[in-house]
Every structure is written in structure tokens, then in C-alpha cells.
């Protein structure tokens, strides 16, 4: 199995939160991970830890999967 490119992280971190109509602020207060380390996260920066991962999936209502880049599917 190929793993995909950790960048990929990042700019689906961003696209759902968009998507969401969120401010980097607004994930942040909701999902308990400091805005500053999600500016990391989306500028591949800082790769999470898998509970900061699953917090920002479960806030952001999509897969840790599809977060990560294992799928296709949110």
C-alpha cells in the first residue's frame, strides 16, 4: 500500500473547513486545538498527532480517512 503525501493533510484540514464557512478561530474553539497549530496543520508546517487529527475530523463532520488522504470519501 502507497501511502499518500502528508501535504495532503493540510489542504483538506482547510477545504472542510471552508466548506464549514469556519475562520481558523472558529475550528479552533470548537475542536480544542489551538488556532495557531492549524495554521501549521494547513501550511504543512506541523503534522497532528492522532488525537488532534480525530478532533478536528469529528468537529469538522468528515472521516479521519478522507482527512488524512486514505480516501476519496468524506
Known amino acids: ?3 499518500p503525501r502528508t501535504t495532503q493533510f493540510g489542504a ?6 471552508l ?3 469556519w475562520g481558523v478561530r472558529q475550528l479552533a474553539k470548537l475542536s480544542g ?3 495557531r497549530t492549524i495554521y ?7 503534522s497532528p498527532n492522532i488525537e ?3 478532533r478536528l475530523a469529528l468537529t469538522l463532520d468528515c472521516s479521519l480517512d478522507w ?3 486514505l480516501d ?3
Open 1 to 3: 500500500m502507497t501511502l
Open 12 to 17: 483538506r484540514l482547510k477545504r472542510a473547513r
Open 19 to 21: 466548506e464549514k464557512g
Open 33 to 35: 486545538v489551538d488556532f
Open 40 to 46: 501549521l496543520y494547513e501550511d504543512e508546517g506541523r
Open 52 to 54: 488532534g487529527a480525530a
Open 67 to 69: 482527512l488524512c488522504g
Open 72 to 74: 476519496e470519501i468524506g
